[in-house]
C-alpha cells in the first residue's frame, strides 16, 4: 500500500498516531512501517465495540461426566490398542501451540528452546520430542507434527530446531506454520507503536490455531494422510504426552468430537478452568466463575463436582473443526503491559498495564465441537507447566517433577 492509502485508511480509522515518527524514518523503516499497517487485522474494532459477554449470565451451568483413574486403569488395555490401531493407521497428527510470547518466563526467543537441563542441556523441545517418540517407537509410526509458530519467533523456532536436527524426528513429518497477529492498543483504542517503525502486533492467543492451519494450506494435507484427529499441546508442559494411544483409544471409542486431558483439582479454590456442561453443551467454568456453593458442592461420591481441571492437552475430531472453522469464538479483551514507543519517542516497558490486547483461546473451541470427554491424568506424572521463572508453575517445580518422573537434569 501506498503512503497515500495508508494514510486515506488511518484517518477513516482514526488511527493516524502510527505515522507520527514516519517523517524521521529512513527509506527501509517507511516501507516497514506502511507493510506492518497494511497487515493489520481490523477486527479488533467491532471487538471492542462490541466485547462478547463473558458474565456467564443465562448459562445453565452444571458438572459433566468424565473418565476416572479407576476405569481408565480397568480398560487401559482396550483403549491402548484402538489409540495404537489409530496411530498405525495414520488416523493421528499432533500441533505444538508454541506461537505465545513466554512474557512471564521472560526469555528472549521461543520457550521451548529454553533449556531445562542441570548437568547438560535439555531443551523443552527435546523433552517433549523425547515423549512423542516414545509413542511412535511403540506404535511403529509416526506421526505428523505441525509446529504452530508466530511472527514473533517463527525464524528462530525453525533455524532452533534445524539447528538440532528436528530432535531426531524426521524431518518430512514436521510442518511450521504462523498463526495470526493483532494489534495492542491503549485505553482509548489507539494503536500502539512497538517502535517507531512498528505498529504494536503481537500473536492473537491459541484460538485461532485450526484457522491458522487452514489458512498455511495444511489441510490438504490432513486429508492426503488421512488424519481423523488432531492432538493439540502446549509448549509449557514438559510432562506432556502427545498422541498418548490410551487417551486416543478412550476419546474414539465414547463416540465424543473432542478428548481433553484433565487432572482433578487439589482444592475447591484451586485457580484453574474446569470443564462443565452449559444446558446440554460441554463448556468450561473459570474458577473465579465458581460460586463458594459450586466450588464446595460434591458428588455422591463425595468428590467434588467441579473437578476437571483442563491443561491444554486436547484430541479433536478434524471432520467437526472443519465444521465449526467458521464460528465466532469469543475475543478475550486482556489488559497487559505492553512494550510500546512513549511520549518522548522512546520504547520502554511499562510498569503496570498500560493497554489491550485481543486473544482467542482453544479452550473456546469445546464448547462448538459439541461433545466432550474429560480424561483424567495422574498430575504428577502429566502436568509440569513452566509458566514463570520461580515458584508456582516454574523452571523450578518442572524440574522437580522431571526428576520424580525419572528424567535426568
Ligand atoms: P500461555 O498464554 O500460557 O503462554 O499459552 P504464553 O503466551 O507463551 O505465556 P505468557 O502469558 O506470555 O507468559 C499456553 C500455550 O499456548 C501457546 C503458548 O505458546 C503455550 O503453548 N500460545 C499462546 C500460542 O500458541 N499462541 C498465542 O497467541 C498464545
Not at 463473558?54 to 476405569?71: C, N
Not at 504462523?178 to 502486533?201: C, F, H, N, T, W
Not at 484460538?207 to 490438504?220: D, K, V, Y
Amino acid at each position: 500500500m501506498t503512503l497515500e492509502k495508508i494514510q486515506e485508511l488511518l484517518k477513516e480509522k482514526d488511527q493516524m498516531q502510527l505515522l507520527a515518527y514516519y517523517d524521521e524514518l529512513t527509506e527501509e523503516g517507511k516501507a516497514k512501517l506502511l507493510a506492518g499497517i497494511a497487515s493489520i487485522d481490523w477486527s479488533f474494532e467491532e471487538d471492542l465495540a462490541h466485547p462478547a459477554d463473558m458474565s456467564g449470565k443465562g448459562r445453565q451451568i452444571h458438572p459433566i461426566e468424565g473418565l476416572r483413574r479407576a476405569e481408565i486403569e480397568k480398560r487401559a488395555q482396550e483403549f491402548e490398542q484402538v489409540g495404537l490401531e489409530a496411530i498405525r493407521k495414520g488416523k493421528v497428527g499432533a500441533v505444538l501451540l508454541a506461537g505465545g510470547m513466554g512474557t512471564r518466563l521472560g526469555v528472549d526467543g521461543p520457550k521451548g528452546a529454553y533449556d531445562i537441563g542441570i548437568t547438560r542441556p535439555l531443551y523443552i523441545f527435546e523433552q517433549q520430542m523425547r515423549n512423542l517418540k516414545e509413542v511412535t517407537d511403540r506404535a511403529q509410526a509416526t506421526v505428523p507434527l505441525y509446529i504452530m509458530t508466530s511472527d514473533k519467533n517463527h525464524a528462530q523456532t525453525v533455524a532452533f530446531w534445524k539447528e538440532h536436527a528436528f530432535f531426531g524426528y524426521p524431518e518430512s513429518e514436521i510442518y511450521f506454520f504462523q498463526q495470526d497477529m493483532a494489534p495492542a492498543v491503549d485505553y482509548q483504542g489507539k494503536i500502539l507503536l512497538e517502535s517507531k517503525d512498528m505498529p504494536a502486533l503481537s500473536p492473537n492467543g491459541n484460538g485461532g490455531w485450526f484457522s491458522s492451519m487452514q489458512r498455511a494450506g495444511l489441510t490438504e494435507d490432513l486429508h492426503a494422510r488421512g488424519i481423523e484427529w488432531l492432538n493439540i499441546y502446549a509448549v509449557d508442559n514438559v510432562l506432556q504426552r502427545i498422541t498418548d494411544p490410551i487417551f486416543v483409544g478412550a476419546t474414539i471409542l465414547s463416540g465424543v468430537n473432542c478428548g481433553a486431558k484433565v487432572v482433578c483439582k487439589n482444592d475447591p479454590h484451586e485457580r484453574v478452568g474446569v470443564l462443565c456442561m452449559d444446558g446440554d453443551m460441554p463448556d468450561i467454568i473459570e474458577y473465579y466463575e465458581l460460586t463458594e456453593e459450586m466450588a464446595n458442592e460434591r458428588d455422591e461420591k463425595g468428590d467434588l463436582a467441579y473437578i476437571y481441571g483442563v491443561i491444554l492437552n486436547y484430541l479433536f475430531r478434524l471432520s467437526k473443526l472443519e465444521e465449526i472453522v467458521g464460528n465466532k469464538i469469543p475475543v478475550h479483551i486482556v489488559e497487559k503491559k505492553i512494550e510500546c514507543v512513549d511520549e518522548d519517542g522512546v520504547t520502554r516497558k511499562p510498569e503496570k498495564e498500560n493497554g489491550r490486547k485481543f486473544e482467542t483461546l482453544a479452550v473456546d473451541l469445546i464448547k462448538p465441537m459439541g461433545t466432550v470427554l474429560p480424561f483424567e491424568v495422574v498430575r504428577e506424572r502429566e502436568f509440569a507447566p513452566i509458566k514463570n521463572k520461580t515458584g508456582v508453575d516454574s523452571v523450578e517445580s518442572a524440574r522437580e517433577l522431571l526428576k520424580q518422573n525419572g528424567v535426568k537434569l
